[in-house]
């Protein structure tokens, strides 16, 4: 059930004494529980969640039947199969209890990180900037906080706008585990993924050999999209694809080996997409 969430201006009686408490399995469910005593009388409780990404506040109805002075136990279980959330997005969830007279009593919101924690993250940070990864050996934090800091200037000298603070940078240990964990999310992978509105960025970084490389190609990538949203702001939905993609594509340090004999290519057999059809969709 999707609803706006109701206001309750009502001081919450200390009686209800309210203990809530969140669990989640990555992918899967995620709990939210909610003890409370039922005193003044209670007839429902309705649970909000919501993050950047839901266009209207996720809401559950509980009904609540017990004797004045009870333990109530509430509890409902979120299906993130049905109702997926993007990995480390920012939950904010809270419980209004409506009384037998009608009163609302909104409870404090609470917020609640959805790591994957499917891995064990290391992190460094420096500037603003977080860089969590997962591979044993090469410092892949040092090495993705240098391509962020070395591509920035470049990058902000033509899209006139600051990083989210904090960036979180999130390397996967691999492309099959970043494609998974996006899967679960409801989502698409490309080669990586930027979430401009949690100023998160997730990408692989499989292969120590060819990390260095791989994420100077595409760090500047998405640092990119996350620039050109909060500089277009609202009118980043109307952004063409191909000027978005474009920019993305040309801020990367290490050119894709492969464009140019696709465009020669296509050149060659007269396939090249015209430009209004790149406006809304783009080929992967
Ligand atoms: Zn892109």
């Known amino acids: 059930m999707w609803a706006t969430p109701a206001l309750a201006q009502t001081a919450v009686p200390a009686t209800l004494s309210p203990e809530g408490e969140v669990a989640y399995a990555f992918g899967q469910q995620m709990t939210f529980s909610l003890q409370v005593r039922n005193e003044p009388l209670l007839q ?8 950047p990404q839901f266009e209207n506040t996720y809401s ?3 009904p609540i039947e017990a004797g004045k002075g009870d333990l109530i136990n509430l509890r409902h279980e979120l299906d993130l199969t049905a109702v997926p959330l993007q990995p480390f997005t920012l939950v904010t969830y809270w419980w209004v209890l409506e009384a037998a007279d009608g009163t609302l009593y909104e409870l404090p919101h609470a917020n609640l990180e959805y790591a994957d924690d499917q891995f064990v993250w290391k992190e460094t940070a420096q500037a603003g900037v977080e860089i969590y990864w997962v591979a044993d050996g090469l410092d892949l ?3 993705a906080l240098d391509v962020v800091l070395e591509s920035l200037p470049r990058i902000q000298s ?4 600051d990083l989210p603070n904090p960036l979180s940078i999130y390397l996967y240990p691999s492309a099959s585990d970043l494609r998974a964990a996006l899967r679960l999310s409801g989502q698409d992978w490309v080669a990586g993924h930027a979430s401009p509105e949690l100023g998160v960025v997730l990408l692989p970084a499989e292969n120590p050999r060819t990390a260095v490389v791989d994420l100077r190609r ?17 009118g980043y939905a109307n952004m063409p694809r191909w000027f978005d993609e474009g920019l993305a594509t040309l801020f990367e340090s290490v050119p894709n080996p492969n464009y140019e004999p696709a465009l020669q290519d296509a050149l060659a057999s007269d396939q090249i997409i015209p430009f209004e059809e790149l406006c809304v969709s783009f080929p992967r």
């Open 218 to 234: 595409r760090i500047p990538h998405e640092l990119s999209h996350l620039l050109v949203y909060r500089a277009a702001g609202t």
């Open 141 to 143: 934090g040092q090495v």
């Open 158 to 161: 033509v899209v006139q706008a």
């Open 44 to 51: 429902s409780a309705v649970l909000f969640v919501s993050t």
């Open 60 to 62: 559950h109805q509980l």
